[in-house]
């Protein structure tokens, strides 16, 4: 079945460093792929999406692109914020193998220090 | 919208007992999901309904669980007898696929579950 690999944390940096979380999919057919932000006590958000190869996804200055080549969706900020602390999801639906279903990632949390 | 509505928000209960947890999907979604959330397994995906009907169980733990959803505006996950294992935040999500599969899907605040 299709499948998500997100890159394990925690991961912690300083206020204004520069943000990559990886992603890569396992997925049949023509999947959607998403970012999905959980902060503190709450439930996920969606962050931002890509519904087809080349596609950038963007929201809060963050950004992500649909790589079919190398099957990744990698998250990238330029410039974190405290506030940015949290758990971040990559997931996919609508490949072959998802029955329909939203897969997710294990989730990295994000620490950002003043 | 009001988005997806989970009750209770918080949940403390004796091992053995029944615990129902409820959720009401964003109106006009047709498909709605249940997943559990712990540190040690992080999110899993229990079980998926597309208008009302369920089509994967296969992530329900044990014949403890069970879920319903009698309408398209109500859900219930209910866990009978419960034990300490249990103890989560479980969340509900519904989205609006329609003839697509590749939409997002909108969650609600979360069920935390302790059962002691």
């Known amino acids: 079945g299709d499948s998500v690999t997100q890159m394990e944390g925690p991961v912690t940096l300083s206020e204004e460093a520069f943000l990559t979380i990886n992603c890569t999919y396992t997925?049949?057919?023509?999947?959607?792929l998403f970012w999905y932000v959980q902060y503190p006590g709450e439930g996920l958000q969606l962050l931002l999406k890509a519904t087809k190869a080349d596609d950038k996804g963007s929201n809060k200055g963050f950004e992500a692109t649909y790589r079919k080549e190398t099957t990744s969706f990698h998250l990238e900020k330029g410039s974190v914020q405290v506030s940015d602390s949290a758990v971040y999801f990559c997931?996919?639906?609508?490949?072959?193998?998802?029955?329909?279903?939203?897969?997710f990632g294990k989730g990295t949390k994000l620490s950002v220090k003043p | 919208d009001a988005g997806v509505i989970q009750s209770p928000r918080h949940e403390v209960t004796e091992m053995g007992q029944e615990v129902t947890l409820r959720c009401k999907p964003i109106?006009?979604?047709?498909?709605l999901f249940w997943y559990r959330q712990t540190m040690m397994r992080g999110l899993e995906l229990l079980i998926y309904?597309?208008?009302?009907?369920?089509?994967?169980d296969s992530g329900m733990p044990e014949d403890r669980f069970s879920a319903k959803m009698p309408n398209a505006s109500f859900s219930t996950l209910k866990i009978q007898p419960s034990e300490p294992r249990d103890s989560a935040v479980y969340f509900c999500?519904?989205?609006?696929?329609?003839?697509?599969?590749?939409?997002?899907?909108?969650f609600g605040q979360g069920t935390r579950l302790t059962v002691v």
């Open positions: 109106s006009g979604h047709n498909s």
């Open positions: 309904f597309n208008n009302n009907v369920p089509i994967d």
């Open positions: 999500a519904s989205s609006p696929r329609g003839s697509t599969m590749n939409t997002e899907a909108f």
């Open positions: 997931a996919l639906s609508g490949g072959g193998g998802s029955q329909g279903n939203l897969i």
């Open positions: 997925a049949t057919g023509y999947p959607s």
